[in-house]
């Protein structure tokens, strides 16, 4: 497995590791990764296997995509003093899995936190409600040699709801390495029938942030709030006004900026 990294660096002692979900990759995040390195920081962004320019040789699953965030981490906190964990959409509750593998990270911040175990979260994921009831159910009976088939995410996601402006929406249904990429449907079963590596009442450290849209028409607050609700760390919850699930509004993009800025110098003890 090669795994592409987007790595903007800055030689400090703080390193942010981005990560993304089903419908993006490292570069799509630059968004958020070219104001934090303008700040000072260092920040990664991989490609998660089987999206953007990462190169896989096996079956990918969804312990691949934890796998590789936890390898990452641990790099990153043999070279840096502090380590922040970002996750967006899909990858927030990546990011929390990642956290639990690597306690020495400084603050987890994350833009959703999707509990696949919830039905409610399923049918909100799902490109429609028979889907989200019952079609990873129905997937799981399939035999070994089908579930390596791969399908457009976008049939199998509300990937209509990714972004609230139409114009870029467009623009990323069209990438092949992102939002208009194929998964297997032995990834999709993998992710959706995970179970968090720790529960949230047993999740004590790090610290969590999360930046949710204030508009989100994919996966609406509600349904994060039932996971972050009950995690046990310090945490604090922040709604970006007027944004989308990925939320490219200016206002709500500064203001995920100003929020992100002031976690970390007060995480990092500054």
Known sequence: MEIHIDEYERDSNITFVILHGVGGNGRLLSFLAVPLARAGYNVIC???????????????TYTDWIETGAGIVADELTKSRKV?????????????????????????IVSNLLDNRDEEVRIYSAKNKFQGKYGIRLAGLLPSFLRRFKIPIKMVTNMNALVNDKEVLEVLLKDKRGAGSSVSLEFLISMMNSSPLIEPEGFERPPVLMVHPG???????????????????????????????????????????????????NEANW
């Open 46 to 60: 991989p490609d998660l296997p089987g999206y953007g320019y990462s190169r896989c040789d096996k079956r990918v």
């Open 215 to 265: 508009n989100d028409l994919w996966t609406p607050l509600h349904i994060s709030e039932k996971f972050f609700d009950r995690i046990a760390s310090d945490k604090r919850k922040v709604i970006l006004e007027g944004a989308g699930h990925f939320p490219v509004e200016e206002e709500a993009l500064l203001q995920m900026e100003e929020t992100i800025l002031s976690f970390i110098k």
């Open 84 to 108: 922040f964990l970002v996750g967006l959409s899909a990858g927030g509750m990546l990011a929390y899995n990642v956290a639990c593998l690597q306690q020495d990270v400084s603050g987890l």
